[in-house]
């Protein structure tokens, strides 16, 4: 069954690929992983797993350059600190640091200083 998601991508130039694994063990998600890292067709990788997959093997196989989420351990420093220009920046907060720096333009305070600092 194709999804609203599916068929508004490819109009906006995004070709997306679901892989569905048959088993979801650690083994076999690392090996994927691996696959689609080493793909120069493959530009970003998405991992929708329960949080128990979520493991450290597995996020330490996932190239931080192609973490769009932005689940990795070097992705997820690079957010604490401020170092937004480097990787992706996980959507969620991306929205939410769009809030605060809305809220700080209407009602005229400084942002954060973590939005702020390089």
Known sequence: RRSLFHDI???VGLNV??????????DEIVEEVLKLNEDPRVHGIYLHLPP???????????KPEKDVDGITYLNTGRLVQG????????PVASAV???FSSASRCHKM????YLTEK
């Open 52 to 62: 128990a997959s979520l493991t450290s093997r597995v996020l330490d196989a996932l």
């Open 83 to 90: 170092d937004l220009n480097k990787g992706f920046v996980p």
């Open 9 to 11: 991508l490819p109009q």
């Open 110 to 113: 400084a942002p954060p200083r």
């Open 97 to 99: 640091m769009d809030l």
């Open 17 to 26: 690929t679901q892989i569905c694994l048959a088993k979801d063990s650690e």
